[in-house]
């Protein structure tokens, strides 16, 4: 099959985010199966114009602020005639709005999640409308084309907004199968209740791994070590990630005179960020809203249970008192209060950490491709074989 996907980035964008890692990882090997992938996606400074990455096309033009007003035009005037089998509109916040200009070739939508008022969190209100509103489009504009998602959460939200659920598959991300430990010393497979690596976990340690921008919250889970401190004064919390409200997260450290209790890490690597998951104890999400979860599906497959909030995206990702605990929104005391429970209850900690690691292995990007060509066959009008 010959496949165009549009996406705002590509894999190599130094602004890549979880979209473009599970586009790269999916498709690169469905490039490897046989299929013919083209990405088209807007320049970045020192990127080629054309490039190959894994078995992947990429054709770049426009800038940030002006990819998705050039796409109709480029795709009319350089890729309307190449035929392909199946149009994909990765939704990363702005739809295209592929069905409006796309008309000889089937629109498939990938969605990892939807925003809704979250906007008004990260952007002014002017332009926070204009992405709500755009948003507001898709159950309109969208009407007939065939939707993957990547959680049960995004799947209600569109039924919600008036898509039909008969159009929409849930296709869960997959983790990199490096990040899986499959060696004894992480636990042993005929004593289910004997510790996972106890000799690699530091006592107290609690990490959060992610961006840090307004939704995410990580203000919320400082002001819960606040109240963790109290009570397990060796606890530590690691935040690894980078994003523009460092600045803002770290006054907040100093005024509630946490300097030794919070670490800010930044960017970590894949062998780092693999180091900080099996040493942690707890792994911490505080969000408004996520897509999926892969970072919860990561810490688990190092044998680390998650404390997250309840809400879309991270209720699919953490099952409530098997891998992880959810607490409410925005409830700094009650995310205190399942972090020092964890912290001061070693054997539950142990059984959610047993069940998290196991349930982890269900997702591979291996599984999340042979899903996704599926989704695109029936797109495409073909058997929905994984031929």
């Known amino acids: 099959m010959r496949i165009l996907i549009i996406n705002w980035r590509d894999i190599r964008n130094p602004e890549a985010g979880g979209a473009e890692v599970h586009l790269h990882e999916t498709f690169s090997r469905i490039a490897a199966s046989g299929h013919q992938i083209t990405l088209l996606c807007c320049r970045f400074p020192g990127a080629a114009d054309f490039d190959h990455v894994d078995g992947i096309e990429i054709i770049r033009f426009g800038g940030k602020w002006t990819f998705n007003l050039a796409v109709p035009w480029f795709y009319r005037r350089h890729l309307a005639r190449r035929s392909f089998d199946v149009v994909i509109e990765d939704i990363n916040k702005i739809p295209f709005l592929l069905p409006w200009f796309v008309k000889e070739t089937p629109v498939m939508v ?16 002017v332009f926070a409308t204009y992405l ?18 990547v959680s049960e959460s995004c799947r209600d939200e569109l039924v919600g907004m008036g898509v039909s659920a008969d159009s929409i598959s849930v296709v869960h991300n ?22 996972i690596a106890p000799d690699r976990k530091e006592p107290g340690l609690i990490v959060y791994l992610g961006r840090l921008k307004k939704y995410k919250n990580v203000d919320h889970l400082i002001q819960a070590m606040a109240i963790v401190r109290d009570e397990v004064p060796g606890a530590r919390l690691l935040i690894a990630g980078t994003g523009d409200r460092r600045p803002a997260l770290e006054a907040m450290v100093r005024s509630l005179d946490l300097e030794e209790a919070v670490e800010f890490a930044g960017y970590v690597s894949e062998s780092e960020k693999i180091s900080v998951l099996t040493r942690a104890e707890v792994a911490a999400y505080p969000s408004s809203k996520e897509g999926w979860g892969i970072t919860v599906i990561e810490a688990n497959a190092r044998g680390t249970p998650v404390v997250a909030t309840r809400v879309s995206g991270l209720r699919d990702a953490v099952v409530d008192g098997e891998t992880g605990l959810l607490t409410p929104p925005g409830d700094r005391e009650a995310m205190a209060r399942a972090l020092i429970g964890l912290l001061r209850d070693p054997e539950e900690r ?10 982890s292995r269900r997702f591979t990007w291996d599984e999340t491709a042979r899903q996704t060509i599926q989704v695109i066959r029936r797109a495409a009008g073909e058997s929905a074989d994984d031929r």
């Open 110 to 125: 990938l969605l990892h999640h939807l925003f809704g008022t979250t906007f008004y969190r990260e952007t002014n209100p």
């Open 132 to 149: 709500y509103f755009m948003e507001r489009l898709i159950p309109r504009v969208y009407r007939g084309c065939p939707f993957e998602v």
């Open 174 to 195: 997959g983790i990199d199968a490096g990040i899986m430990d499959t060696t004894d010393r992480m636990v042993s497979t005929d004593r289910p209740d004997r510790p």
């Open 350 to 359: 142990e059984r959610l950490a047993w069940n998290a690691r196991a349930r």
